[in-house]
Nanobody, 120 residues
Framework: QVQLVESGGGLVQHGGSARLSCAAS????????MGWHRQAPGNQRELVAG???????IYADTVKGRFTISRDNAKNTVWLQMNSLKPQAAAVYCC??????????????WGPGTQVTVPS
């Protein structure tokens, strides 16, 4: 129904920067919000950043001031700019999108993820 494809992951030096991209395709009508989650081995998946239709953004406390999320609604593309990367940021980053479902519910979609590696 909705396809999400991430790109931009890879090896990033400690203190370096990277930009992740996520492109949505398929049944993309009425997508309300897009965002990024990450999961490191042995850890729970956590919200990194999200952005809503009105431009409102949310960030995990651990990335505030260093990560920036942005969105092109016309192209259904979301980016995550990551600066001052630390080894703790190494994880699989997954793009997600939500759209309205029945009875005021939300229908989530997930991309396959992209690996970000930050050597110590």
């Amino acid at each position: 129904q909705v396809q999400l494809v991430e790109s931009g992951g890879g090896l990033v030096q400690h203190g370096g920067s990277a930009r992740l991209s996520c492109a949505a395709s398929g049944n993309i009508f009425s997508i309300d919000a897009m965002g990024w989650h990450r999961q490191a081995p042995g850890n729970q998946r956590e919200l990194v950043a999200g952005i809503f239709d009105d431009g409102t953004t949310i960030y995990a406390d651990t990335v505030k001031g260093r990560f920036t999320i942005s969105r092109d609604n016309a192209k259904n593309t979301v980016w995550l700019q990551m600066n001052s990367l630390k080894p703790q940021a190494a994880a699989v980053y997954c793009c997600n999108a939500v759209r309205p479902a029945g009875d005021s519910g939300l229908e989530p979609y997930w991309g396959p993820g992209t690996q970000v590696t930050v050597p110590s």
